[in-house]
């Protein structure tokens, strides 16, 4: 390949003298790769190849126009709500808090027989239907537009629950975004991050003491 | 007897379909892959199921290191520079071109704007090993870092805010961060993370 025949004559020097000699160009190439290896060591180490994943959220505004009548009333029924505590342990609630009794929060973890385990349960129609869907979409029954479309759908459905995750200061990033890995693990459509209230601190104290600050509180 | 004759083998090996395959490797890591920006901290985002892509371009990143710093930058140079003169307006500083030409090649910035000028001075060797010590003030007292994203997204509308942060970074700082943002309507975020090869256990 890297040769280049001048073939004007041809190679017939031992018969002819007069004609002329076959000029044969041999390039070596050996330089040519060594700085090509070197450039792609380069670019393999100083450059990134995939991008990074995001996650996109949606926060509520804080605007003090809005009033409370503007904003869509959750139903005890429907409410859950995750209390992300240091030390990587995740509490939950349903409904209101009962400050009276400390079972009613309930400790669980991040792991796949924690919370997510919960959260399915609640959730069990929509993730059926999310299935299905997806099972639809594998073969090839429905588009993906069509599919997105109707995901949207199910998760944004009345009966689905609404997740409201609230973090202490000491929870961690991760414990955070683990917390809305498992809104889209779940199919969970409806969440939204809010602030802890003085309420929510003193339901985890009063769990941690097995009740001590109720019972302080009653007296 | 006579010895049989060994045939002298040139040992030359052509090289030139080595040469071709290193040229296709090397145009395909030119054509797709993107520079790692320097970033003055080390983070290590957390793992997530997500999969969507960060878009490409008109990025404003928040880096937030595990201490809580907060550093940002821009994918623009025209916008880092706007964003400067309009920051800087806001505080009455007012920057030398040369100034501006300095901060337009650093990749990332986190200066309280007081120290800005000091900063912007130092070689960048220098800079390099002070930035990692700054910061942008996220408190409520002096919220430079407000300022900074308001002065940003005023000159570039299309802006997308990601936020990249350590999995180690306190709830708190992030919630400052969050309340800040809120407190400027920037309601739609992206939270960077990176890939967890976690498969749901739907059953």
Known sequence: MAEIQSNEGGGKKKKGGSKQKKLSVHIDFTPMVDMNMLLITFFMLCTSLSKPQTMEINMPSNDKKITDQDRDAVKASQAITLVLAGGDSIFYYTGQPDYKDFNSLKLSSY????????????????????????????????????????????????????????????????????????????????????????????????????????KNAAK | MSKVKVARKSTRIDMTAMSDVTVLLLTFFMLTSTFVKKEPVQVTTPGSVSEIKIPESNILSILIDPKGKVFMSLDKQGDMVNTLDSVGNHYGITFTEQEKKKFKVSATFGIPIKSM???????????????????????????????????????????????KADQNTPYKVIKDVMTSLQDLRENRYNLITSLKNETANKK
């Open chain 1, 111 to 214: 792991k796949a027989d924690g919370i997510r385990a919960f959260l399915l349960k609640r959730n069990t129609e929509a993730v059926k239907k999310i299935d299905d869907l997806k099972e639809k979409k594998m073969q090839l029954k429905i588009s993906l537009d069509q599919f997105t479309k109707q995901v949207s759908e199910i998760k944004g459905g009345k009966n689905t629950p609404v997740v409201i995750i609230k973090a202490a200061d000491k929870a961690t990033y991760k414990n955070l975004i683990d917390a809305l890995d498992e809104m889209q693990i779940c199919n969970i459509g409806k969440y939204v991050i809010d602030k802890m209230t003085p309420g929510e601190t003193f339901l985890i104290k009063n769990f941690r003491t097995r009740g001590e600050l109720s």
């Open chain 2, 117 to 163: 000028k000091a900063y912007l001075a130092l070689k960048t060797e220098e800079q390099d090993k002070v930035l990692a010590s700054y910061g942008i003030p996220t408190d409520s007292i002096d919220n430079q870092f407000k300022v900074w994203v308001q002065k940003a997204r005023a000159i570039n509308p299309e802006l997308r805010i990601a936020i």
